[in-house]
Structures are given as structure tokens and as C-alpha cells.
């Protein structure tokens, strides 16, 4: 054959409607025989792109309205089975198979893909084994259900933000430095309401012990009251710092209290943390549990007060000029 002998395209098997009034053309060579008003329907894309055609639809083949696009015959099949509800849609492996589907979704502007793909990454295992990866594509894509699933789960990382830095997925440009300040402020912010807890808990009644022996505070009632154990008040720094590094941080566990101890110079520490104080510190423990993890009315109070705070720099900011 010549090598000027032009390319003949094949036709789909899947997608050869004989009423059809349109045909697209991959970049392989493949015909797609479709319908207009399916196509316009679901995507906004085609819509637009097909509102230009002032051509009416034509029965022979060869007056047949051409749209070559730049997709192969997988991807666009891909796409096709997503519109055409009569047709069998394909099911993602993996997060890279999801990819493919939502960049086809958002070029073509087909929400019926963006859809059929939150729901099934909301259910796929590689929401929780590749989070940020999804995240990329919750950010990208806007699959904003997904994403207020999936962020408690990553805030519960302790290594998140340098995961972020290292392990960069191929939508990382998706992730700016304000989801990365957003996702620090969630963890934060927990933290200091978990300290808040612990620092509201009522505690027992108990004799002075050796760092209160000395120390009174005369409550409205008139009657003489001790000062809280420095005991709790170390369990509650420790708790913090424990926090700070490992979101999952158990208050129970005997070493926290050990090291709460150790920092205290009351003798009577160790059996206020691992007795008198043994209940309050499983109440706080449960009320630390059923915390939040997203703060996003608060961050954006933060991001408020700071941006105040900013103005008023900018305004000292001044030059003198000597000539």
C-alpha cells in the first residue's frame, strides 16, 4: 500500500447507532456513532461545541457531521459508557483508573462521571490505604463529599504534613499551601480543645498532699479549699505534647502518667494519676474521642483575625526620604 494512501477509520462495535447524527473520531482512527441530543445532554462541552454546527442532521454517511477529538478509542469508549445509559459502565481498579475517568469527566464537563466517581471512591480501599493520593483528586476535582470523609481519617496521621512534602502524588499541584495550613490548623486546634477538656475536668476532693500542703485559696463560700495537684496540671502538659505528635495519643496509657510524675516533685502524685484521679481521666479520654476533626468555621475566624493583624503592619509600614 502507498504511503499516500490515506487511513480509513474502523468503526466502534459498542457505539455504531444506525439513527445516528453525529460521528466522533479518535485520534487511533476509531468512529463513534452517536446521537447529538445525548450527547448535549450530558455534557456542556459537546453542547457548546455542537450549538456551532449550524448544519442540520443528514441521513447519508457521507454528509454525516465528523468531530475528530484527541482521545483514543479506550478513553473515549470510557466516556461514551458513562453517558449512554444503555450501555455497561466500567468499574476503576485503583485510584489511577479513577484519575483517568475524572480528567475525562472535567475536560468534556460530563457530571454524571464526576458523580459515579465520588461514590465509588467514598467505598474503595484505597481511600483509606492511599489518602493523599485521593485527597489530590478531591482537591482537583472537587469531589467535596469525599473530602470531608477522608480528612478526619488523614488528620489522624502524625507524619501528614511531611507525607505532603515527600510522598507527592501526580496532582500534587493540587494541594496548595492553604489546604496545608488548613489541615495544620484542624490538628492544632484539636489538640487545644483535647488540653481544654482536660483542664475543665472536675476533679475529687482529696487532703492537701505534699505540693498543696501549704497553699490555700478561699473560695466565695468562705470555706478553705486546696489548690489543685501540680500532679494534673503535668498530666495535662504531657497529654498536650503527646498530642501534638501522635493525634491517636491513648491519655490512658501508664506512661503518660509516669512521665507526669517524673516532672512533679509531689509524692503523692503517682497515686492521684493512677487512682484518685483514674475516672476523671477516662471521662476525658471518652470526651477526647468524640472530638471533631474539621474546624473549618475556625480556621476561617483565623485566617480573618490574621489578615487583620496583616493590615495593620502593611500601615506602619513607611519611608523617609532625605535629599
Given at each position: 500500500?502507498?504511503?499516500d494512501t490515506?487511513r ?16 466522533i ?9 452517536v ?5 448535549s ?8 461545541m455542537?450549538s456551532l454546527?449550524q448544519?442540520s442532521p ?9 468531530v475528530?477529538?484527541t ?6 469508549e470510557?466516556?461514551?459508557r458513562?453517558?449512554?445509559p444503555?450501555?455497561a ?8 483508573s479513577m484519575?483517568?475517568l475524572?480528567?475525562?469527566?472535567d475536560?468534556y464537563?460530563t457530571?454524571?462521571?464526576?458523580s459515579?466517581?465520588q461514590?465509588?471512591l467514598?467505598?474503595h480501599?484505597d ?5 493523599l493520593?485521593a485527597?489530590?483528586?478531591c ?8 473530602e470531608a470523609?477522608?480528612?478526619p481519617?488523614?488528620?489522624r496521621d ?8 515527600t ?5 500534587d499541584y493540587?494541594?496548595?499551601i492553604?489546604?496545608?495550613r488548613?489541615?495544620?490548623f ?5 489538640v487545644k480543645l483535647a488540653?481544654d477538656?482536660?483542664?475543665?475536668q472536675?476533679l ?5 498532699c505534699e505540693c498543696?500542703r501549704?497553699?490555700?485559696?478561699v473560695?466565695?463560700?468562705g470555706d478553705?479549699?486546696?489548690l ?5 496540671r503535668s ?5 498536650r505534647?503527646a ?5 491517636n ?7 503518660l502518667k509516669?512521665?507526669a510524675c517524673d516532672?512533679v516533685?509531689?509524692v ?8 484518685l484521679?483514674?475516672h476523671e481521666i477516662?471521662?476525658a479520654q471518652?470526651e477526647?474521642?468524640g472530638?471533631?476533626?474539621i474546624?473549618a ?5 483565623h ?8 493590615g ?5 509600614v ?6
Amino acid at each position: 500500500m502507498s504511503q499516500d494512501t490515506p487511513r480509513l477509520p474502523s468503526t466502534s462495535p459498542h457505539f455504531a447507532f444506525p439513527d445516528s447524527d453525529i460521528t466522533i473520531r479518535t485520534c487511533n482512527f476509531v468512529d463513534f456513532r452517536v446521537h447529538k441530543c445525548i450527547l448535549s445532554l450530558a455534557s456542556t462541552v459537546f453542547r457548546d461545541m455542537l450549538s456551532l454546527d449550524q448544519i442540520s442532521p443528514q441521513s447519508s454517511e457521507a454528509e454525516r457531521k465528523i468531530v475528530e477529538v484527541t482521545e483514543n478509542e479506550t478513553r473515549m469508549e470510557l466516556l461514551l459508557r458513562y453517558i449512554y445509559p444503555s450501555h455497561a459502565r466500567p468499574v476503576p481498579r485503583n485510584l489511577e483508573s479513577m484519575a483517568v475517568l475524572l480528567r475525562l469527566g472535567d475536560k468534556y464537563n460530563t457530571p454524571t462521571i464526576t458523580s459515579a466517581m465520588q461514590e465509588q471512591l467514598l467505598h474503595h480501599p484505597d481511600l483509606k490505604s492511599r489518602p493523599l493520593r485521593a485527597f489530590a483528586l478531591c482537591r482537583k476535582y472537587n469531589l467535596d463529599h469525599v473530602e470531608a470523609i477522608l480528612v478526619p481519617q488523614m488528620l489522624r496521621d502524625p507524619n501528614l504534613l511531611s507525607d505532603i512534602l515527600t510522598d507527592r502524588p501526580p496532582e500534587d499541584y493540587a494541594i496548595g499551601i492553604e489546604d496545608m495550613r488548613r489541615l495544620a490548623f484542624y490538628q492544632r486546634h484539636r489538640v487545644k480543645l483535647a488540653v481544654d477538656v482536660l483542664q475543665r475536668q472536675p476533679l475529687p476532693e482529696c487532703p492537701p498532699c505534699e505540693c498543696r500542703r501549704d497553699y490555700f485559696e478561699v473560695p466565695e463560700e468562705g470555706d478553705y479549699a486546696p489548690l489543685m495537684c501540680s500532679s494534673w496540671r503535668s498530666f495535662a502538659e504531657i497529654c498536650r505534647q503527646a498530642l501534638s505528635k501522635d493525634p491517636n495519643a491513648d491519655i490512658t496509657d501508664a506512661g503518660l502518667k509516669k512521665k507526669a510524675c517524673d516532672a512533679v516533685k509531689c509524692v503523692d502524685a503517682q497515686d492521684h494519676l493512677s487512682n484518685l484521679y483514674e475516672h476523671e481521666i477516662l471521662l476525658a479520654q471518652q470526651e477526647i474521642y468524640g472530638l471533631p476533626w474539621i474546624f473549618a468555621d475556625e480556621f476561617e475566624s483565623h485566617n480573618k483575625l490574621g489578615s487583620m493583624f496583616e493590615g495593620m503592619r502593611r500601615q506602619r509600614v513607611g519611608f523617609d526620604y532625605f535629599e
